[in-house]
């Protein structure tokens, strides 16, 4: 199966200047600035030699994947910037980074408000709702599965937090790879989706660099974290 490679883009991001909750979180961008339907391709049909191919990739996780693959996935079926916490260390806490959690609680806004849309149009079955073979182990979604929003918003804040701190961009964006990579594990997503969500999540990336008022926050949100690494 063709796999896509994700659009690697090096930027600078935003962080917002309150303590406002995730609640009052309110997306940089949204579908109206970037139209997922006109930069993907469509999904594959759910009866295409594809799909069948990665029902069967998605049955094979299910047989062969460990407890411990299971609970670190179901621990990433979490959006937010602190799943990052086993690469960026002790100090990498909600409570020490006010300006840093807001900032990232808009990136995580950011991706419903680009992605949700295009599932909406395209409307793709995840595994489970096609076969009752199908065991995830997260929790269900009816939401479509093209693209992976897990995928899309872990490739975003891979990205942006590799940015600010270029001194752990390995370790970063390699689990960024494995949070993607857990909703396949998970049993949730085909591994398109998730090929799809790290492209949507560079495209999203790459606009909002291009954003002064996401810069600005970025720089907020990059000092108040390099202070509490002591960086």
């Not at 994947?65 to 990433?76: H, K």
């Not at 009752?132 to 992976?148: H, I, N, R």
């Amino acid at each position: 199966m063709k796999r896509y490679a994700s659009l690697a883009a090096g930027l600078l991001l935003l962080v917002v200047g309150s303590t406002a909750r995730a609640e009052d979180a309110k997306p940089f961008i949204t579908n109206k600035d970037v139209d997922l339907t006109m930069i993907l391709p469509p999904p594959p049909a759910n009866d295409s030699a594809e799909t069948k191919a990665e029902f069967g990739e998605v049955l094979t996780m299910q047989v062969t994947r460990t407890p411990e693959m299971e609970a670190r996935a179901i621990a990433d079926a979490e959006e937010n910037v602190w799943r990052f916490a086993d690469v960026m260390g002790p100090n990498f806490n909600k409570d020490k980074l006010p300006k840093f959690s807001a900032f990232f609680d808009r990136v995580v806004e950011t991706e419903g408000a680009v992605v949700d849309p295009a599932k909406d149009v395209w409307k793709r079955p995840r595994p489970h709702q096609l076969s009752d073979l199908v065991k995830p182990v997260v929790k269900l979604s009816s939401s479509g599965s093209w693209p992976s929003g897990h995928a899309t918003v872990g490739t975003m804040m891979g990205i942006i937090l590799s940015d600010m701190v270029p001194e752990r961009r390995a370790q970063i964006m390699a689990r960024a790879a494995e949070f993607a990579h857990n909703r396949i594990v998970g049993g949730i997503h085909y591994p398109s989706d998730v090929e799809m969500g790290k492209i949507s999540g560079s495209v999203i990336a790459a606009v909002l660099l291009n954003r002064d008022d996401f810069k600005v926050e970025y720089e907020v949100a990059r000092a108040e974290l390099r202070s509490d690494l002591g960086m």
